[in-house]
């Protein structure tokens, strides 16, 4: 492909895992490092709670309020479409987006719950893929020591909320787990998230790299 420099657009690319598995602070590093190489670059998260669906997700996280099952999953999904036209239009500028969290999380959460799994993707059906999802991948028993850790800190600087939001428990960071690896696919890439975390980072760098080499992702059009 002999595409023009305006048809180059960034890369989409995913951060996923359990909670706690480092995904917030991985794609800080991420941004940096492409920053630093020049590309233009957003990090961006989902849920994003600044959007009036992002607070109704918030006070449901923090049991604040309680919804049903099916209506906080359209919601989660709702909160990604609102921000569709503003990501694909980042990406058609040449943008590349680091996502912490997509619908691959909507799909895994809700289906833990115990939500078909075809209804779960279904309201995911069309918004822009990713070019590459990167998976953090470490044990749901370690994510939950680390869960206890921060809830015994919180209690001991009185801010209250020992155990942290609505999904970290054992069990359930369990069946997300599983959730997630049907969820893989081609576009995937497993990290070991027990590593140190500059060998995660560098990690990250190195597949990231790879793929936009390998697929040419500065130039690809969207579909
Ligand atoms: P975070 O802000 O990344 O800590 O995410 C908040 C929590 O919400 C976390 O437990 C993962 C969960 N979550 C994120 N996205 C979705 C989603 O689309 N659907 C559901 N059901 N849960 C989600
Ligand atoms: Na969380
Ligand atoms: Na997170």
Redesign the pocket.
């Known amino acids: 492909e002999n595409n023009q420099k305006s048809d180059s657009r960034g890369a989409l690319i995913v951060l996923e895992g359990l ?1 706690r598995s480092g ?2 602070s991985q794609s800080c590093r991420l941004l940096s490092y492409l920053e630093g190489l020049g590309h233009p670059v957003e990090s961006w ?3 994003d709670r600044n959007t009036g669906v992002g607070q109704m997700i918030s006070a449901y ?1 923090a049991n604040k309020s309680q919804l049903d099952d099916h209506a ?2 359209l919601l ?2 709702a909160n990604r479409w609102e921000k569709r036209s503003l990501m694909e239009s980042k990406l058609r500028s040449g943008t590349t987006l680091i996502v ?2 997509y619908s691959f ?2 799909v895994a ?2 289906s833990a719950k115990g939500l078909d799994f075809e209804w779960c993707k279904a309201p995911e059906m069309g918004l822009p893929a990713p070019d590459l999802v990167l998976y953090l991948e470490i044990p749901p028993e370690v994510i939950c020591s680390i869960i206890m850790f921060v809830g015994e800190i919180r209690k001991a600087a009185e801010r209250g909320g020992y155990g942290g ?4 428990q054992l069990e359930f960071q369990k069946k997300v787990a599983r959730s997630y690896q049907m969820l893989y696919d081609a576009s995937w890439k497993a990290i070991d998230a027990g590593l140190p975390i500059e060998d995660v980072e560098k990690q990250l760098r190195e597949m990231v790299i790879w793929r936009s080499q390998t697929f040419d992702l500065k130039f690809l059009v969207l579909g």
């Open positions: 909670d995904k917030t998260r989902f849920p996280l906080i999953h989660f999904s912490d969290r999380s909507g959460f809700s939001e609505r999904y970290e």
